[in-house]
């Protein structure tokens, strides 16, 4: 995972560090970069949960036509529509945040200026994306 | 080497390959089913099923379920380590989780079998 944790760790670090402590809340900000690496994890997370039903509609609508009517017919309501849509944007956003991991494997957006940079690009990218996407299914 | 082959132990680069290699093989069924869906209209349960029903199809779905239950031991694994700190609820945690991952391979493969 690299660079952000580290940073995190390192900012954490930082901010125990200098007192008096701040509890400005709002003053308070994570760099784009550890907001990238938490959504990486996050939507990891909920993928893995997401898989439950995933896999779950895959088995039953592959099995009859009848399962695959009951299907559909989840798919046109919301719950199965807000399933579908959540699963897929955080896919996206996991494979955005994958792409960007392995270009920081091969040495590029290391620095914090370019990491910052590139971690507000992917999370742009995934709410254009996942726009995109709710239009298409909606 | 040899004694970190022939155990079950891990390792930072072996995590780090199987972590990116199990990835390109999601990336790929990824690309692979959203290409489907975005080029199928009016998707019928024969076409749905025909999908699963050939050979090459059955191969790169086990393998993609395969590829995220390895996938997860290492994430969930990941996250885990760093927000649970009570070692038996971790190992507890983690023993599930694997558990579920693990049925969805095997959920995979009954229900491929059937196709």
Same mark, same amino acid.
């Given at each position: ?14 901010v ?6 701040? *509890? ?5 900000k ?37 399962g695959?009517?009951?299907v ?33 494997? *091969? ?21 254009i ?10 | 080497?040899?004694t ?18 199990t990835?390109?093989i999601i ?6 089913? %959203? ?19 050939g ?5 790169f779905?086990? %393998? ?21 700190? %009570? ?29």
């Amino acid at each position: 995972m690299g660079n952000s944790i580290s940073l995190r760790i390192k900012q954490a670090y930082i901010v125990k560090k200098q007192r008096p402590v701040n *509890l400005e809340l709002n003053t308070i900000k994570f760099p784009p970069s550890a907001i990238s690496s938490i959504l990486h994890r996050v939507t990891g997370v909920a993928m893995f949960f997401a898989l439950l039903f995933v896999i779950w509609a895959w088995a039953v609508s592959v099995s009859s036509p009848e399962g695959f009517a009951d299907v559909q017919a989840i798919m046109d309501g919301f719950l199965g529509k807000f399933v579908a849509i959540g699963t897929a944007s955080a896919l996206i956003y996991h494979i955005l945040g994958g792409l960007r991991h392995v270009v920081m494997d *091969l040495g590029y957006w290391e620095e914090l200026e370019s990491g910052n940079l590139s971690a507000k690009a992917i999370i742009a990218l995934w709410i254009i994306l996942t726009v995109v996407l709710g239009v298409a299914l909606c | 080497m040899l004694t970190n082959q022939a155990s079950m132990k891990r390792n930072g680069v072996q995590d780090y390959v199987s972590l990116r290699t199990t990835a390109a093989i999601i990336f790929a069924y990824s690309v692979f089913m %959203a290409w489907f869906f975005i080029t199928t209209d009016n998707l019928t349960f024969i076409e749905w099923r025909g999908l699963f029903s050939g050979l090459a199809m059955k191969v790169f779905t086990l %393998a993609t379920l395969i590829a995220v239950m390895i996938h997860v031991r290492i994430g969930l694994w990941q996250v885990l380590t760093d927000y649970v700190k %009570a070692s038996s609820l971790r190992a507890v945690l983690q023993f599930v989780l694997n558990v579920i991952a693990f049925g969805y391979v095997a959920v995979g493969l009954f229900v491929l079998w059937g196709v």
